[in-house]
Protein backbone atom coordinates (compact mmCIF):
# COMPACT_ATOMS: atom_id res chain seq x y z
CA UNK A 1 0.00 0.00 0.00
CA UNK A 2 1.36 3.51 -0.87
CA UNK A 3 2.30 5.78 2.11
CA UNK A 4 -0.30 8.35 2.95
CA UNK A 5 -0.56 11.98 2.58
CA UNK A 6 -0.78 14.39 5.22
CA UNK A 7 -3.04 17.11 4.36
CA UNK A 8 -3.05 20.61 6.95
CA UNK A 9 -6.24 22.48 7.01
CA UNK A 10 -5.38 26.01 8.50
CA UNK A 11 -6.69 29.51 8.85
CA UNK A 12 -6.92 31.97 10.77
CA UNK A 13 -9.98 31.96 13.44
CA UNK A 14 -13.37 31.93 11.69
CA UNK A 15 -12.42 30.63 8.54
CA UNK A 16 -14.13 27.59 8.34
CA UNK A 17 -11.73 25.20 8.77
CA UNK A 18 -14.11 22.66 10.48
CA UNK A 19 -17.12 22.98 8.21
CA UNK A 20 -14.45 22.14 5.04
CA UNK A 21 -12.98 19.49 7.06
CA UNK A 22 -16.71 18.05 7.20
CA UNK A 23 -17.58 18.48 3.90
CA UNK A 24 -14.00 17.23 2.72
CA UNK A 25 -14.60 13.79 4.66
CA UNK A 26 -18.17 13.38 2.90
CA UNK A 27 -16.52 13.45 -0.38
CA UNK A 28 -13.66 10.89 0.42
CA UNK A 29 -16.15 9.03 1.87
CA UNK A 30 -18.13 8.81 -1.42
CA UNK A 31 -14.94 8.15 -3.07
CA UNK A 32 -14.16 5.09 -0.91
CA UNK A 33 -10.71 6.60 -0.54
CA UNK A 34 -9.88 6.25 3.10
CA UNK A 35 -9.23 8.87 5.64
CA UNK A 36 -8.88 10.17 9.12
CA UNK A 37 -8.96 13.65 10.57
CA UNK A 38 -7.28 15.30 13.45
CA UNK A 39 -7.74 18.61 15.53
CA UNK A 40 -5.72 20.42 17.26
CA UNK A 41 -5.31 21.17 19.95
CA UNK A 42 -7.02 18.45 20.96
CA UNK A 43 -8.79 19.69 23.81
CA UNK A 44 -9.65 17.50 26.60
CA UNK A 45 -7.51 14.65 25.61
CA UNK A 46 -3.84 15.56 27.48
CA UNK A 47 -2.28 18.03 29.99
CA UNK A 48 -0.59 20.19 27.03
CA UNK A 49 -4.19 20.46 25.65
CA UNK A 50 -5.19 21.42 28.93
CA UNK A 51 -2.77 24.62 29.62
CA UNK A 52 -3.77 25.74 25.87
CA UNK A 53 -7.24 25.63 27.13
CA UNK A 54 -6.09 27.72 30.43
CA UNK A 55 -4.02 30.14 28.04
CA UNK A 56 -6.69 30.94 25.84
CA UNK A 57 -9.10 31.68 28.32
CA UNK A 58 -6.91 34.14 29.67
CA UNK A 59 -5.26 32.58 32.97
CA UNK A 60 -1.73 32.99 31.84
CA UNK A 61 -2.47 36.99 31.09
CA UNK A 62 -3.44 38.83 28.07
CA UNK A 63 -1.73 37.65 24.94
CA UNK A 64 1.30 40.51 25.12
CA UNK A 65 2.10 39.02 28.55
CA UNK A 66 2.70 35.00 27.22
CA UNK A 67 5.75 34.03 26.04
CA UNK A 68 5.33 32.79 22.67
CA UNK A 69 8.40 30.21 23.48
CA UNK A 70 7.15 28.65 26.25
CA UNK A 71 3.28 28.45 24.05
CA UNK A 72 4.82 27.01 21.27
CA UNK A 73 6.20 24.04 22.68
CA UNK A 74 2.95 23.26 24.78
CA UNK A 75 1.32 23.26 21.48
CA UNK A 76 4.34 20.98 20.39
CA UNK A 77 3.89 18.85 22.97
CA UNK A 78 -0.11 18.16 22.21
CA UNK A 79 1.03 17.54 18.66
CA UNK A 80 3.55 15.55 19.54
CA UNK A 81 1.24 13.08 21.88
CA UNK A 82 -0.11 11.97 18.33
CA UNK A 83 3.00 11.75 16.67
CA UNK A 84 2.55 7.96 16.20
CA UNK A 85 -1.40 8.08 15.99
CA UNK A 86 -0.23 10.13 12.38
CA UNK A 87 2.12 7.79 10.97
CA UNK A 88 0.39 4.45 11.54
CA UNK A 89 -2.49 6.03 9.51
CA UNK A 90 -0.21 7.38 7.32
CA UNK A 91 1.57 4.27 7.41
CA UNK A 92 -1.53 2.63 6.19
CA UNK A 93 -2.31 4.40 3.25
CA UNK A 94 -4.76 6.57 4.73
CA UNK A 95 -5.17 10.41 3.60
CA UNK A 96 -4.62 12.51 7.38
CA UNK A 97 -6.09 15.61 7.18
CA UNK A 98 -5.24 18.02 10.45
CA UNK A 99 -7.84 20.60 11.35
CA UNK A 100 -4.39 23.17 12.41
CA UNK A 101 -0.96 22.32 12.57
CA UNK A 102 2.44 23.35 12.89
CA UNK A 103 1.57 26.01 11.13
CA UNK A 104 -0.74 26.93 13.23
CA UNK A 105 1.90 27.87 16.46
CA UNK A 106 3.81 30.03 13.39
CA UNK A 107 0.90 32.32 12.96
CA UNK A 108 -1.01 32.99 16.34
CA UNK A 109 2.07 32.72 18.38
CA UNK A 110 4.44 34.82 15.90
CA UNK A 111 1.43 37.12 15.84
CA UNK A 112 2.79 37.60 19.65
CA UNK A 113 6.14 38.60 18.83
CA UNK A 114 7.50 42.09 17.46
CA UNK A 115 8.07 41.41 13.40
CA UNK A 116 11.87 41.65 13.99
CA UNK A 117 11.73 38.69 16.04
CA UNK A 118 9.44 36.54 14.07
CA UNK A 119 11.85 35.07 11.67
CA UNK A 120 13.98 33.47 14.36
CA UNK A 121 10.74 32.13 15.72
CA UNK A 122 9.97 30.28 12.74
CA UNK A 123 13.03 28.54 12.40
CA UNK A 124 13.10 27.79 16.29
CA UNK A 125 9.59 26.04 15.86
CA UNK A 126 10.50 24.07 12.30
CA UNK A 127 13.81 22.62 14.47
CA UNK A 128 11.75 21.55 17.58
CA UNK A 129 8.55 20.07 15.87
CA UNK A 130 10.40 18.96 12.41
CA UNK A 131 13.84 17.94 14.28
CA UNK A 132 13.49 17.36 17.83
CA UNK A 133 10.24 16.02 17.84
CA UNK A 134 10.20 14.45 14.64
CA UNK A 135 6.73 15.49 13.61
CA UNK A 136 5.84 14.45 9.63
CA UNK A 137 5.84 17.38 7.29
CA UNK A 138 2.71 18.32 5.69
CA UNK A 139 2.37 16.68 2.21
CA UNK A 140 0.22 19.74 1.37
CA UNK A 141 -1.23 22.95 2.90
CA UNK A 142 -4.77 24.63 2.30
CA UNK A 143 -4.99 27.71 3.86
CA UNK A 144 -8.66 29.42 4.22
CA UNK A 145 -8.57 33.02 3.65
CA UNK A 146 -10.54 35.23 4.82
CA UNK A 147 -10.42 38.75 5.79
CA UNK A 148 -9.61 38.98 9.86
CA UNK A 149 -12.78 41.26 10.35
CA UNK A 150 -15.16 38.77 9.00
CA UNK A 151 -13.54 35.75 10.56
CA UNK A 152 -13.59 37.66 13.91
CA UNK A 153 -17.33 37.90 12.88
CA UNK A 154 -17.83 34.50 12.41
CA UNK A 155 -15.60 33.02 15.53
CA UNK A 156 -17.45 35.38 17.95
CA UNK A 157 -20.64 33.63 17.18
CA UNK A 158 -19.83 31.06 19.43
CA UNK A 159 -21.02 31.39 23.03
CA UNK A 160 -17.38 30.67 24.18
CA UNK A 161 -14.79 32.68 22.77
CA UNK A 162 -10.43 32.70 23.74
CA UNK A 163 -8.32 35.73 23.86
CA UNK A 164 -6.90 35.26 20.00
CA UNK A 165 -10.69 35.91 18.31
CA UNK A 166 -11.42 38.93 20.99
CA UNK A 167 -8.45 40.44 19.25
CA UNK A 168 -8.98 41.46 15.68
CA UNK A 169 -5.15 43.07 16.14
CA UNK A 170 -4.14 39.30 16.37
CA UNK A 171 -6.11 38.08 13.88
CA UNK A 172 -5.05 40.61 11.29
CA UNK A 173 -1.27 40.09 12.06
CA UNK A 174 -1.66 36.12 12.20
CA UNK A 175 -3.47 36.60 8.57
CA UNK A 176 -0.55 38.12 7.36
CA UNK A 177 1.58 35.87 8.66
CA UNK A 178 -0.10 32.59 7.38
CA UNK A 179 0.00 34.91 3.35
CA UNK A 180 3.76 34.98 4.22
CA UNK A 181 3.68 31.28 4.43
CA UNK A 182 2.00 30.45 1.89
CA UNK A 183 4.73 32.40 -0.32
CA UNK A 184 7.97 31.12 1.24
CA UNK A 185 7.54 27.41 2.04
CA UNK A 186 6.70 24.62 0.27
CA UNK A 187 3.57 22.80 -0.38
CA UNK A 188 1.43 25.25 0.54
CA UNK A 189 -2.17 26.68 -1.36
CA UNK A 190 -4.48 29.58 -0.21
CA UNK A 191 -8.05 29.43 -0.99
CA UNK A 192 -9.21 32.38 -1.20
CA UNK A 193 -12.93 32.18 0.59
CA UNK A 194 -14.09 36.12 -0.26
CA UNK A 195 -15.95 37.39 -3.00
CA UNK A 196 -17.55 40.74 -2.55
CA UNK A 197 -16.38 40.92 0.63
CA UNK A 198 -18.54 38.31 1.78
CA UNK A 199 -17.63 34.74 2.20
CA UNK A 200 -17.98 32.32 -0.80
CA UNK A 201 -20.62 29.35 -0.16
CA UNK A 202 -19.23 26.17 1.46
CA UNK A 203 -20.08 24.44 -1.71
CA UNK A 204 -17.48 26.99 -3.46
CA UNK A 205 -15.20 26.37 -1.23
CA UNK A 206 -15.14 23.14 -0.98
CA UNK A 207 -15.25 22.53 -4.54
CA UNK A 208 -12.30 24.50 -4.77
CA UNK A 209 -10.67 22.42 -2.35
CA UNK A 210 -10.93 19.16 -3.44
CA UNK A 211 -9.87 20.73 -7.35
CA UNK A 212 -6.76 21.51 -6.10
CA UNK A 213 -6.18 17.44 -3.80
CA UNK A 214 -7.01 16.45 -7.54
CA UNK A 215 -4.64 18.54 -9.15
CA UNK A 216 -1.51 17.62 -6.51
CA UNK A 217 -2.80 14.02 -7.11
CA UNK A 218 -4.00 13.31 -3.63
Keep these: M ?14 GKTTQIELLGKYLTEKSIPYEV ?50 NWLAEGK ?8 SSSKAHLGANLPEEGRENFMGWIDELEYQTNGMPKPNLNILLKVTPEIGQQNALKDQKTDIHEKSLKHEQKASEIYLDLSKTE ?33
Excluded at 2 to 14: M, P, T
Excluded at 95 to 102: D, E, G, L, S, T
Excluded at 194 to 218: C, G, H, P, V, Y
Design 38 to 87: INFPRYGQNLYADLVTRYLEGEFGNINEVNPYLMACIFAGDRLLAKSLIE
Design 2 to 15: DKGKLIVIDGIDGS
Design 186 to 218: ENWVVVDCMENETMKSEEAINKEIIQILSSNRL
Design 95 to 102: IVIANRYV
